[in-house]
């Protein structure tokens, strides 16, 4: 069977990619084993790890810090070894076919004048013209095979032994034929530096181990080491082998498809076979750098490559992306990048993308060729396997045991473990969307649309992988994992460049198909499920615990509906439609369930600790944004195995029960075991849990004796030589006397303190103090302190601090009418002082004119909430500004005063 004749053969460049990266990684290594062996760089690095270890014990940063220079200095020397390895292999596209060249002068050149004519008649057939024509040698009767070279910047040389040049026939026709491929492929030059590179191997090994060895002799780790980079230098090798066999598959194809394969199929029958022995045939076919004649007829019998996309190639896109992220990571760490922060975890978050991708295009030309079965599970599984192969290796590389890929902290086989498992799990995942994409892309059949839909996978893979290493670094601290994936995930970008998935499979998913409605039918009642058990849910007490608890159970309970309905409706609907309907829905369910309890709570003012749109709203997309990975690698290799099913009649009715029923059982689980390990939280609302805590004494109402005692402990901190109790008001009655005029309507609520009234009805005692300074205790000029207390029999201090914020954001400005002057205000939010449960500050600057002298001051009002009580600190200094540590001072006291009530 022929394939269609192509304008040019297929290139190979995601091998030539993988070789190029892999040489790097043993750069790198060979790099850092070369900076050990040196006494002069190794004595003086291990004797600052000591100094800085024990300086700065227990922080990382600064241990980083102090070690900059030293790793700075391996940083330049691992470097400088991966470009020489690099700048070696490059030397090898000039040093091998000037090798070539010379042995072809040896051997002599014969005139074959029927040979070259036919020769220019197959260049000029093949579109080959100008510099781009080869040249042609009949090499002398020494030569036996066929082949082409080729300096860089000259015309390739394509050799023929002179058995078939002097009786040209279809045997000279195929074998110039697939040398004229390998021209059309324009690799000839650099092929020839990947035919060579285990010749620099062993020179580059010597020279970095044997003073290595000399220094330190067996030493396990020395072992280990040149054991782990001699499993790359082989992978380099591997890779090399099975490009040049690849090449000559594609050379062939090319020209039985230019109608060759007569030929072709000739040479190859009158090929002799290679012996085969027991023992290491598996090396030897790993190896070798020609395919076997065998293979090489069967493979112009099959049409599709079935290599592509497939098991092996998988394991070795796998392989080289692990490799390159942790040499990535380790030349990040020598040259002083913080990978724990965000913006440095791109690194090797997009070097690993960046491999993979190489795996795409194979993916899609897999799912074009229409196999019967495509058997999506072979990368998928691929991926993951040489993902744990690629880290298991560069675990033992480094002798210094520098960090791999992912960060987990050494010590724990289990962390480890686990954290190399959730790598490979994210990278199969994502090479599932991306064979979920091909597989629709290859359906629509359109290139152009292909390009944009494999570059959003591209983008989802950036998002799904970034995270791994963040997780893999907190797997020894749980609680700090928890408030990674529960509050750190939406202070990033990074996930939302998955989003361009979701135009992707509606862009390419049939509108017009069985069950097409289905889909919805199961979102639209698994999203009324999850939505109202999130509204239902309830903390049971007021404290914040129990509020963060309810509030992470409805973003678990959204986020398992969106699991939940993608898992039906990909077992419920044919492939591969049904994953995309089954994503497009899901993710609806999610959006839609956390917009309605988010609305619910926005609109009945819910009391949770802090209503945000980022965290209560978008936490659960995420969430199922990152379980739609993992399933990935699961479903898309389960449901295509499956691939022109169609379910039962049944499934119809069987999958929205079935949906609505889990969505449920879900939610009764999420709410009556709780929220999937533990509550999470961060700094802040962990203070705040053990703030609640100190103040538990005070979760009742004072009495009026209690009150006037906490409010009248303000004096400890008063002189009362320097200041003078003055008359005061009723409590919550505002800050100026109720004849002072206020210009501004809108800014009553916060002048007289009518935010306060949200507590009125619970209010059962109040005291209150006020001071006027009589001397210049804190500078010229006049300060007025009021502290009031309010206490009530129920928790109103959130509703009473929401109304405050709200009367501050209707006040910018006011002026007070004060016979016969006036005083204008200029409002602000300030930063509350950290004391109490919670607390509300804000500031105004004054400016009165009296007796035509301008008078500028500054006015300080905080709300401090503990328990069930409420403390107003009302400040207001004239010609002076506020004094800030005085009014920390009475904030204090009166704390202090409320925890030591009798």
Not at 495 to 520: C, D, E, F, K, T
Not at 595 to 618: K, M
Request: glycine letters at 8%.
């Amino acid at each position: 069977m022929t394939t269609a004749h192509e304008g040019r053969p297929q290139p190979l460049l995601w091998l030539y990619g993988l070789i190029a990266v892999t040489l790097v990684s043993v750069g790198v290594a060979v790099g850092n084993l070369f900076f050990d062996g040196r006494r002069s760089w190794f004595i003086p690095d291990v004797v600052a790890r000591q100094q800085c270890g024990a300086l700065h014990r227990g922080s990382t940063d600064a241990v980083n810090a102090c070690l900059s220079e030293q790793l700075q200095l391996r940083g330049w020397v691992t470097a400088g070894a991966a470009l020489l390895l690099l700048a070696g292999t490059l030397a090898l596209a000039i040093a091998v076919p000037w090798r070539d060249l010379r042995r072809l002068r040896r051997f002599g050149r014969l005139d074959a004048p029927a040979a070259q004519e036919r020769f220019v008649e197959l260049c000029q057939r093949h579109g080959l013209s100008g510099r781009h024509v080869p040249r042609l040698w009949v090499a002398g009767p020494a030569l036996r095979h066929a082949f082409t070279t080729a300096l860089p910047g000259r015309r390739p040389t394509v050799v023929v032994p002179a058995g078939l040049a002097l009786k040209p026939g279809d045997r000279f026709d195929a074998v110039v034929t697939h040398e004229i491929a390998h021209v059309l492929a324009r690799d000839v030059t650099w092929v020839s530096a990947v035919r060579g590179p285990a010749w620099l191997f062993v020179p580059v090994f010597a020279l970095a181990s044997v003073p290595m060895v000399g220094q330190f002799g067996a030493d396990p780790l020395l072992i280990a080491a040149l054991l782990g980079i001699t499993l790359l230098a082989g992978a380099v090798v591997v890779l090399s082998a099975a490009l040049l066999r690849l090449r000559e598959l594609e050379a062939d194809r090319y020209a039985a498809g230019a109608g060759a394969e007569p030929g072709l199929v000739a040479l190859f029958s009158r090929a002799t076979p290679p012996r085969r022995t027991r023992s290491w045939a598996w090396a030897r076919r790993v190896l070798a750098r020609h395919p076997a004649p065998a293979d090489r007829a069967l493979s112009l019998r099959h049409a599709p490559r079935p290599w592509e996309g497939g098991l092996v190639q998988a394991i070795a896109v796998g392989f080289v992306a692990s490799t390159a992220m942790s040499t990535v990571s380790a030349l990040a760490l020598y040259f002083d990048i913080d990978l724990y922060s965000s913006g440095a975890v791109a690194i090797p978050t997009v070097t690993g993308v960046a491999v993979l991708a190489l795996l795409f295009p194979a993916l899609v030309r897999r799912a074009r060729a229409r196999l019967p079965r495509p058997q999506w599970w072979r990368p998928v599984v691929g991926t993951g396997g040489g993902v744990v192969l690629g880290t298991l290796v560069m675990t033992v590389v480094f002798v210094s045991r520098q960090p791999y890929y992912p960060l987990a902290r050494q010590g724990s086989f289990a962390r480890s473990a686990l954290a190399v498992t959730l790598f490979a799990l994210v990278a199969a995942g994502v090479v599932a969307l991306a064979a979920s994409v091909a597989e629709l892309a290859a359906q629509a059949d359109r290139p152009v649309r292909t390009r944009l839909v494999m570059g959003a996978a591209g983008l989802a893979a950036v998002a799904s992988l970034w995270p791994v290493g963040a997780a893999a670094a907190l797997l020894h601290n749980s609680d700090d994992l928890r408030l990674f994936f529960t509050y750190g995930l939406t202070g990033f970008a990074w996930p939302a460049l998955a989003l361009g998935l979701l135009p992707a499979y509606a862009l390419l998913s049939q509108r017009r198909g069985p069950r097409r409605l289905l889909p919805w039918l199961v979102a639209l009642l698994a999203a009324a499920v999850a939505g109202t058990a999130a509204i239902l849910v309830r903390p049971t007490t007021s404290e914040l615990t129990d509020q963060l608890r309810a509030q992470q159970q409805r973003w678990w309970i959204c986020a398992a509906a969106g699991a939940v309905v993608l898992i039906v409706v990909t077992l419920a609907t044919p492939w591969p439609n049904g994953w995309a309907r089954g994503v497009l829905a899901a993710t609806a369910t999610t959006a839609v369930a956390s917009g309605a309890h988010y609305g619910y709570g926005w609109l009945t003012d819910r009391p949770t600790e802090q209503d945000r749109f980022d965290w209560d709203a978008v936490v659960a997309p995420i969430w199922f944004g990152y379980a739609m990975v993992l399933l990935a690698a699961v479903l898309v290799p389960v449901a295509s195995r499956h691939h022109g099913f169609t379910p039962p009649a049944w499934s119809r009715w069987l999958a929205p029960a079935g949906a609505t029923v889990l969505t449920a059982v879900v939610a009764l689980a999420v709410v009556g075991v709780g929220v999937p390990g533990g509550v999470a939280m961060n700094r802040q609302q962990r203070k705040l849990a053990v703030d609640a805590e100190r103040y538990v004494k005070v979760r009742h109402a004072l009495t009026p004796q209690q009150a006037d005692r906490v409010a009248q402990s303000s004096v400890l901190v008063l002189s009362p030589q320097k200041w003078d109790i003055t008359g005061f008001g009723p409590p919550g009655g505002g800050i100026v006397a109720p004849a002072t005029t206020v210009s501004d309507p809108a800014c009553e609520p916060l002048v007289r303190e009518s935010f306060l009234a949200p507590g009125k009805p619970h209010l059962k005692s109040t005291g209150i103090r006020a001071y006027t300074s009589t001397d210049a205790e804190d500078g010229p000029g006049l300060t007025d302190v009021t502290v009031t207390v309010f206490s009530y029999d129920a928790p109103v201090g959130e509703p009473v601090l929401t109304a405050a914020r709200d009367a501050l954001r209707a006040c910018k400005s006011f002026n007070l009418s004060l016979e016969p002057s006036s005083i204008d205000y200029q409002t602000r939010d300030a930063r509350p002082p950290s004391i109490g449960e919670r607390s509300w500050r804000y500031d105004s600057a004054m400016t009165l004119v009296v007796d035509g002298q301008t008078i500028t001051g500054g006015n300080a009002y905080v709300v401090m909430v503990a328990g069930y009580t409420l403390v107003t600190v009302h400040m207001a200094a004239y010609g002076k500004p506020v004094n800030e540590e005085l009014l920390l001072l009475l904030l204090a006291t009166t704390d202090h005063a409320l925890l030591h009530l009798n």
